[in-house]
């Protein structure tokens, strides 16, 4: 069975930003990915300028599938309307719809509360656009455990969730242990794993930091090792992904999301060395 392929992306900040992910986009679409989805940070003040125009280069002028995420926590159903309206008009009918992150100081309007609230609108309101939701195998952080957080997903799939992307994960047994939950909670959508490739020691720092996630012995043992060596950090990383990625695509994974960090080279690097196992071309002998 193959698995797809996708790729995130962030809007940058800056116009030199900007014009350098415009040519990043261009490489991935050499790789011929199923999707590249953008994110959106939750200030609603720039998604036209951010979100929005990257989603409608890549559909418009790369002629790549796109899917925007859509964080709704701090919009009204009015703004929202006029989002999926705007969406509509540039031909995206693919939405990642989210809760979003709550911001300490400020506090979310109350028209959608989670996910499922946005979902169960956006369904009604547009019922041709194909929506996907989050989900996290090592349980979101504010849910108090696994069963509650799958009840609460069962609920995104009901109503009109179609495919989830899992939050990116080091330890594949973790992933697996999830789409069992899922499986017995009669969760049947496809799960795109998140695989984010490490490559360089501040990115490493920043997720233990600010990371829920549960960096396994062997990934551990990477950073400690390769820390002040960037070549060696980077080689190790992009090995590790491999890895994962060879393992789940044994494990016939519906599909693998590379959290690109806009990085060209790492995406074509892991496409290069898992093309054949992700189209499930390899041959006995
Ligand atoms: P929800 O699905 O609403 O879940 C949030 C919490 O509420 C969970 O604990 C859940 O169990 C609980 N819950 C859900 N429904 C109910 C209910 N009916 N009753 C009680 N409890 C409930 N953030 C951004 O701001 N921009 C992005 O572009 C972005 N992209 C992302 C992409 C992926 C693949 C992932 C995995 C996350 C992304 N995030 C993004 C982060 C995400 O917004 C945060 O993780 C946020 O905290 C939760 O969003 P959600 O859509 O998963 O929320």
Same mark, same amino acid.
């Given at each position: 069975?193959?698995?797809?392929?996708?790729?995130?992306?962030?809007?940058?900040?800056?116009?030199?930003?900007?014009? +350098?992910?415009?040519?990043? =986009?261009?490489?991935?679409?050499?790789?011929?990915?199923?999707?590249?989805?953008?994110?959106?940070?939750?200030?609603?003040?720039?998604?036209?300028?951010?979100?929005? +125009?990257?989603?409608?280069?890549?559909?418009?002028?790369?002629?790549?599938?796109?899917?925007?995420?859509?964080?709704?926590?701090?919009?009204?159903?009015?703004?929202?309307?006029?989002?999926?309206?705007?969406?509509?008009?540039?031909?995206?009918?693919?939405?990642?719809?989210?809760?979003?992150?709550?911001?300490?100081?400020?506090?979310?309007?109350?028209?959608?509360?989670?996910?499922?609230?946005?979902?169960?609108?956006?369904?009604?309101?547009?019922?041709?656009?194909?929506?996907?939701?989050?989900?996290?195998?090592?349980?979101?952080?504010?849910?108090?455990?696994?069963?509650?957080?799958?009840?609460?997903?069962?609920?995104?799939?009901?109503?009109?969730?179609?495919?989830?992307?899992?939050?990116?994960?080091?330890?594949?047994?973790?992933?697996?242990?999830?789409?069992?939950?899922?499986?017995?909670?009669?969760?049947?959508?496809?799960?795109?794993?998140?695989?984010?490739?490490? $490559?360089?020691?501040?990115?490493?720092?920043?997720?233990?930091?600010?990371?829920?996630?549960?960096?396994?012995?062997?990934?551990?043992?990477?950073?400690?090792?390769?820390?002040?060596?960037?070549?060696?950090?980077?080689?190790?990383?992009?090995?590790?992904?491999?890895?994962?990625?060879?393992?789940?695509?044994?494990?016939?994974?519906?599909?693998?999301?590379?959290?690109?960090?806009?990085?060209?080279?790492?995406?074509?690097?892991?496409?290069?060395?898992?093309?054949? $196992? =992700?189209?499930?071309?390899? +041959?006995?002998?």
């Amino acid at each position: 069975m193959s698995s797809t392929i996708s790729f995130e992306v962030f809007p940058p900040n800056t116009q030199i930003g900007a014009e +350098k992910l415009f040519k990043t =986009l261009k490489e991935l679409k050499q790789l011929q990915p199923d999707f590249i989805s953008v994110t959106c940070s939750n200030n609603r003040q720039t998604i036209e300028e951010t979100t929005l +125009k990257v989603a409608d280069y890549i559909h418009k002028e790369l002629n790549v599938p796109t899917i925007a995420h859509l964080p709704a926590a701090y919009l009204s159903q009015a703004q929202l309307v006029e989002l999926v309206t705007q969406l509509d008009q540039i031909g995206i009918n693919q939405i990642l719809a989210l809760r979003g992150d709550i911001l300490p100081d400020l506090p979310p309007k109350k028209d959608f509360v989670y996910a499922s609230d946005l979902i169960d609108y956006v369904k009604k309101a547009a019922p041709h656009f194909h929506i996907s939701g989050a989900c996290y195998p090592e349980t979101h952080p504010e849910s108090h455990n696994r069963v509650e957080d799958i009840k609460n997903l069962k609920h995104k799939v009901s109503v009109g969730c179609e495919q989830l992307i899992t939050q990116l994960f080091f330890d594949n047994e973790l992933f697996y242990q999830f789409q069992e939950s899922c499986y017995l909670a009669d969760i049947k959508v496809p799960i795109l794993a998140g695989i984010m490739p490490i $490559v360089n020691r501040n990115q490493a720092l920043r997720l233990i930091k600010t990371t829920n996630t549960k960096l396994p012995r062997k990934f551990l043992a990477i950073l400690e090792k390769y820390e002040y060596d960037p070549i060696a950090l980077k080689e190790a990383g992009l090995a590790y992904a491999i890895d994962q990625i060879v393992d789940l695509s044994t494990q016939d994974v519906a599909g693998i999301h590379l959290y690109t960090m806009n990085n060209a080279d790492v995406a074509k690097h892991i496409c290069q060395n898992t093309k054949n $196992v =992700l189209n499930g071309q390899i +041959k006995a002998g």
